[in-house]
């Protein structure tokens, strides 16, 4: 029995994350359960972990750094433990070093790089609505260039080009996945983007 | 690029949907979970409830149907009448909703879109305008259409952008329920002064309406309701359309 649990700290729409999964597991005869936690021994024995975040960079950290032990606590199930690590849109950003987003301020540092704002280039910001995924290499998440629903204005610049996954045009061309060994994150948003969302996350449970 | 987004919209009063023809005259069309299900299902890019329930109790209503929503769609839901404080927002965005549209309350207090885009991110925050021509100029009408509230159409979009709203909903009350095509005129005027997404809304009954909201209209998405719920236009067709005529759209 698998358990997948979203990391709850206060952010944004996290019903919708779980419903997904739920939708994902029932579809697919998955034995799991999906649960909203920030409860370390629910964190501790999962299989795989989910980091949403919607909202400004700073007030995503702040609301991890607000539960004591949580941040040590995911580092172990993703860094040392090497389970399964999904981050979504801020929780993707969360992943890098740090981000210029409002200020300078520090992120988890699992994948170097840096959040910047998306060029203006007389585009609309933030960049909201379906865009295309290419794929750059292989990998167990995605395979075909598709579309996804994307909602932000900052970007995930990798300083690693091997950590980049799939990219996406807009303005600029940037990292839409992000991925080391078994952490992984999106900027889009998967339990926005239909059937190919949804598969998307059926590959990272399966 | 990002694609132009179809979005039908959902009329919902008292759990059940409905939509007026010129906001009058209600039909009653059926459940709103099962159909924004089938939109879903069906190639819409994103889903749009509003809620013209007349009482409060009634708005409880909408929280249960955004909730049971959330359950089986897996695209955006605009949620959106009446909604007049943080904690409706927050208890719609709690309940599954990804935006939000404000219309009357923004006009009565515009302070509550500064408030709101700060506090949940001004995606999630969409202003609604009902705008309708006398002589030369647009002005913005509120509680449904009911009322002038004076202020120019486009002089309110201005404001609104710098209050910090995510997107904007525009209807047209002269097109609405005409299927004569949006308000092409109007659209492209505050297309041109918006830097944020413009959906088009009012009018719209014909395939190539869709087109000219795009190419004339500069709309970022196009957002229908009759011509979809009495299925005289599918969105597959809308879609296969648009795609012959190169527009960049979801398949």
Not at chain 1, 57 to 67: E, H, P, W
Not at chain 1, 168 to 184: D, P, R
Not at chain 2, 27 to 49: L, M, R, T, W
Not at chain 2, 139 to 148: E, L
Request: with cysteine.
């Amino acid at each position: 029995m698998k358990q997948i649990t979203i990391i709850d700290y206060g952010s944004g729409n996290v019903l919708s994350a779980q419903k997904s999964f739920i939708k994902v597991a029932k579809e697919n005869n998955i034995e799991t359960k999906v649960i909203i936690s920030n409860n370390l021994f629910e964190i501790k024995k999962s299989t795989h972990l989910v980091l949403p975040g919607q909202g400004s960079f700073s007030t995503c950290m702040n609301g991890l750094k607000k539960k004591p032990g949580l941040i040590d606590e995911l580092y172990n199930f993703a860094i040392v433990r090497k389970k399964p690590f999904l981050g979504i849109c801020v929780g993707m950003q969360m992943l890098a070093s740090d981000s210029k987003e409002n200020g300078y301020h520090k992120g988890l540092g699992w994948i170097e790089g840096t959040i910047k704002p998306l060029p203006n280039k007389n585009l609309k910001m933030p960049h909201m609505g379906w865009n295309i995924v290419k794929p750059l290499k292989e990998s167990n998440l995605i395979s075909t260039s598709m579309d996804y629903y994307f909602v932000h204005s900052y970007y995930f610049d990798c300083i690693n080009k091997e950590n980049k996954l799939a990219e996406t045009q807009y303005g600029i061309s940037f990292a839409s996945i992000v991925a080391k060994e078994n952490i992984y994150g999106v900027q889009f948003h998967p339990e926005k983007s239909s059937s190919q969302g949804l598969n998307l996350i059926k590959n990272f449970v399966s | 690029m990002v694609k132009v987004r179809i979005i039908p919209c959902l009329d919902v009063k008292d759990g059940r949907v409905v939509k007026g023809i010129n906001f009058l005259d209600l039909v009653d069309a059926g459940d709103p979970v099962e159909q924004a299900k089938h939109y879903s299902e069906n190639g819409a890019d994103e889903i749009c409830f509003l809620d013209i329930s007349a009482s409060l109790e009634n708005r409880d209503t909408m929280i249960n149907v955004v909730r049971k929503t959330a359950e089986e769609v897996f695209i955006p839901l605009t949620v959106g009448g009446g909604i007049s404080s943080l904690d409706n927002i927050k208890s719609l965005l709690k309940a599954g909703a990804d935006k939000i549209s404000i219309n009357s309350s923004a006009i009565n207090n515009p302070n509550i879109i500064k408030k709101s885009s700060e506090y949940f991110g001004n995606q999630c925050i969409v202003v609604a305008v009902d705008a309708k021509k006398n002589k030369n100029d647009w002005f913005v009408y509120s509680h449904g259409g009911t009322i002038n509230t004076g202020l120019f159409a486009l002089d309110w979009i201005e404001k609104l952008q710098k209050l910090g709203a995510g997107e904007i909903l525009l209807t047209s009350m002269d097109k609405d329920g005409t299927k004569s095509g949006f308000d092409l005129d109007l659209l492209a005027k505050v297309s041109k002064i918006s830097k944020i997404p413009v959906i088009a809304s009012g009018g719209v009954g014909k395939l190539h309406h869709f087109y000219d909201g795009v190419v004339k209209g500069k709309a970022d998405a196009l957002l229908a309701a009759s011509v979809f719920h009495f299925n005289e236009i599918s969105i597959k067709e809308v879609k296969d359309y648009l795609i012959k005529k190169d527009i960049k759209i979801r398949i």
